[in-house]
């Protein structure tokens, strides 16, 4: 939700600043820009559209310091005027979130005289500190901040003056040491390469960057010292790896998510069983993909430990008033460990006394701060705007936490990388993809888990397809949905668990007798035959039947990858969309 970069060091800032952008870029790519100093004067380029564009204007940007930032529009259209850098006198910045007060502080301004280019929230930043500038930026920043209401990561520099002033309220900000100078960035991975260990600043901090390196403060703007971790980050987990583009790279990366998740959980399995015993109520949240994982997951609770779960959507869920007793365990579930409604949920258990649980693919995010334990989804780096790995590895995590609640067996999970790579490299969606690409609507189908699967399927296929698609419980077809079927729809229906494999055949049938499109997604050898001739039929490897999500799950991510580019698609940057919603 906006990717924000800062340098200051020997080297050049422009081309530094621009390698940063393209790294930051899943985070919005509605406009990008640069500015930079070169000690005396900062001069900016700012550009509607993708991080490449800017290329070509490096040239007019001289100078060792400067600031950049990818936009994901939330005030005011994708365009050249709305895209930052923002510029007020002699100071410009950079802004990730939302200030929720801009319209008064914006009033202010005007009465005051001030004047506005842009119609973003953010602009009022680089007012008020402009306004507060006494001949040091960082007192001016601190003064400003404490008029913001909101979320913000903000960079600023001020021309004529040395060094890159910082500001931290929840949103991230990550500051590190390379050998050429300075760094700041909204995430660890725009860093790898680049900088060995890196800091996570915390909300209420203040930085300020030169070319030696960097002080933290708090809100008083005292020195405060703040943990260095080692960069994880590699500089081939932002590289496509010869795949043509992250997605597919990161779906044929899911056997070793479920492989690393599974091993990392045997580092926090003592902690999770002590953490939650006496466990007698489990609510699962997350937001899009997250949730549907938790979906899966309430079978394993339900199923593995015998214990009541409720699932939310965690933008729900903290707007409610919601019931939780010294026994509530809360699992809050989310790859980025940043999407505010999953943090904010998971804030409001922890603070009305529930044991919280972070499942996350981000060590030091947001989530991790707030939880009473972290259990890590090891899928590794993910840079496509849609989730894939970390689904199946938050599958993984989930699978393994209900097992140890309950004293369960895990070991039929360990088959999930085997049948994973076997699926992957032995399907062949292309008819299916061909059926959905020339449909005016699909309708993914399942029961029990597949059921959860179909809605990650429908959420995967629309995000980056666009195609127009729902998920259904098969069962419920008939109860509505089925008059929406005619020869210009498809059915994908999924079949993984062989008890309810002759109620989604009834399904199946359904779709058949009113003349839709039919295709079926199984692990089941029976079910296969029973369509063969009938049906486009995608035969996955048979497996343990509360394994197959993970399996079924590589099928459908697939399938949506191969629509999108038969339609011509980015699928790692679908239309409107954000990897990590900071914002409300
Ligand atoms: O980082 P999170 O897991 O909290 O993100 C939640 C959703 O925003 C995310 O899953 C989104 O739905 C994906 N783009 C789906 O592919």
Known sequence: MCGIIGY????????????????????GYDSAGIAVSDGRKV??????????????????????????????????????????????????????????????????????????????DSEVIACLINRYYRGKILPALKEACGRLRGSYAILAICEGEDGIAVAKNKSPVVIGCGADGTY????????????????????GDYAFLTAEGFEIYDGALNRVSRPMQKNRALPEDVDKGGYPHFMLKEIYRSPRAAEDTVRAFGGVKQKFCK????????????????YNSCLAA???????????????TAGEYRYKNPVITPSTLVIAVSQSGETADTVEA??????????????????FSALTRIAGLTVPVAAGFEVCVAATKSYTGQLAALYLMAKALGGGDPSPLEEAPSKIKAALDDMDICAVADMCVHSRGVYFLGRDLDYATALEASLKLKEVSYIQCEGYAAGELKHGALALIDGEKTAVTIISDPALAGKCENAVEQVISRGGKVAVITTLAQVASAFGGRAEVVLLPQCDKYVA???TAAAVQVLAYRCAVLLGRNPDMPRNLAKSVTVE
């Open 298 to 312: 309430r079978r394993y609770f339900e199923s593995f430990a015998r214990v009541p779960c409720e699932v939310e």
């Open 184 to 203: 700041v960035s909204s995430d660890i991975p725009a860093l790898a390469g680049l900088c060995g260990e890196v800091c996570i600043a915390e909300d």
């Open 43 to 120: 001069r900016q380029v700012k550009l509607a559209g993708r991080v490449n564009l800017l290329e070509g204007r490096l040239s007019a940007l001289c100078g060792n310091a400067g600031i950049g930032h990818t936009r994901w529009a939330t005030h005011g259209a994708p365009d050249d005027v709305n895209a930052h850098p923002h510029r007020a006198g002699k100071i410009t910045i950079v802004h990730n979130g939302i200030i929720e007060n801009y319209a008064e502080l914006k009033r202010e301004a005007l009465a005051l005289g001030e004047t506005f280019l842009s119609e973003t």
């Open 549 to 551: 999500p993970l399996v």
């Open 346 to 363: 998971a804030a409001l258990a922890r603070g009305r006394g529930a044991k919280v649980i972070a499942v996350t693919n981000a060590p």
């Open 275 to 290: 953490y939650a015993e006496g466990t007698g109520r489990v609510i699962l949240a997350g937001c899009g993909t997250a």
């Open 8 to 27: 200051i060091g020997k080297k050049a800032a422009a081309p530094t600043i621009y390698g940063g952008l393209l790294r930051l870029e899943y985070r």
